[in-house]
T-cell receptor
Framework: EAGVAQSPRYKIIEKRQSVAFWCNPISGHATLYWYQQILGQGPKLLIQFQNNGVVDDSQLPKDRFSAERLKGVDSTLKIQPAKLEDSAVYLC??????????FGPGTRLTVT | GNSVTQMEGPVTLSEEAFLTINCTYTATGYPSLFWYVQYPGEGLQLLLKATKADDKGSNKGFEATYRKETTSFHLEKGSVQVSDSAVYFC????????????FGSGTRLSIRP
């Protein structure tokens, strides 16, 4: 069974630029999550989708972050404009039964 | 609110040593508890879980017991190997929001041959 795929694996941008991350969940997993993991901290949930609907985006900085999950499969997370404090690893996870989440390898973002 | 506190790292042990990584939690209701592991260059993986008080989760020689009276879920392994070197995250899922996972800050473990 293929795991959660994410791209790119690494991205370096300057502040005020925009960036987008892509996630392809495990086939059949209805729930998709985006997390932000700042160095030295645990992952923090940004947004949760159930199929193509948003379940929880309470910790998503909506003035600069946006996410979508068209057709209930792939998802894209965008940051526009980026700030220095957005430097982190962005993790995507998916689940079938909403308890066990399967994580992708993450995208490491560096904002200079 | 809901939160997880785990011992700070890094933790460095010799091969075959006994491992304990402490984890305590704060939550309303009856959360589910998890340990996740992140090997170098890989994504987070679920290591073990427990969904109710006194449950013991176990996997790959690791164990953790859900202790409601002490609000703890300490991770233990009797004899660690070099391949256990990784970052370990304690986490909980609140009863009221079963799919929302709250992570601790992680403990980096390094095992010397």
């Amino acid at each position: 069974e293929a795991g959660v795929a994410q791209s790119p694996r690494y991205k370096i941008i300057e502040k005020r630029q925009s960036v987008a991350f892509w996630c392809n969940p495990i086939s059949g997993h209805a729930t998709l999550y985006w997390y932000q993991q700042i160095l030295g901290q645990g992952p923090k949930l940004l947004i949760q989708f159930q199929n193509n609907g948003v379940v929880d985006d309470s910790q998503l900085p909506k003035d600069r972050f946006s996410a979508e999950r068209l057709k209930g499969v792939d998802s894209t997370l965008k940051i526009q404009p980026a700030k220095l404090e957005d430097s982190a690893v962005y993790l995507c996870a998916s689940s079938y039964d909403s308890y066990e989440q399967y994580f992708g390898p993450g995208t490491r973002l560096t904002v200079t | 609110g809901n939160s997880v506190t785990q011992m700070e790292g890094p933790v460095t042990l010799s091969e075959e040593a006994f491992l304990t990584i402490n984890c305590t939690y704060t939550a309303t209701g009856y959360p589910s508890l998890f340990w996740y592991v992140q090997y170098p260059g890989e994504g987070l993986q679920l290591l073990l879980k427990a969904t109710k008080a006194d449950d013991k989760g176990s996997n790959k020689g690791f164990e953790a017991t859900y202790r409601k009276e002490t609000t703890s879920f300490h991770l233990e392994k009797g004899s660690v190997q070099v391949s256990d070197s990784a970052v370990y995250f304690c986490a909980l899922s609140p009863y009221s929001s079963a799919s929302k996972i709250i992570f601790g800050s992680g403990t980096r473990l390094s095992i010397r041959p």
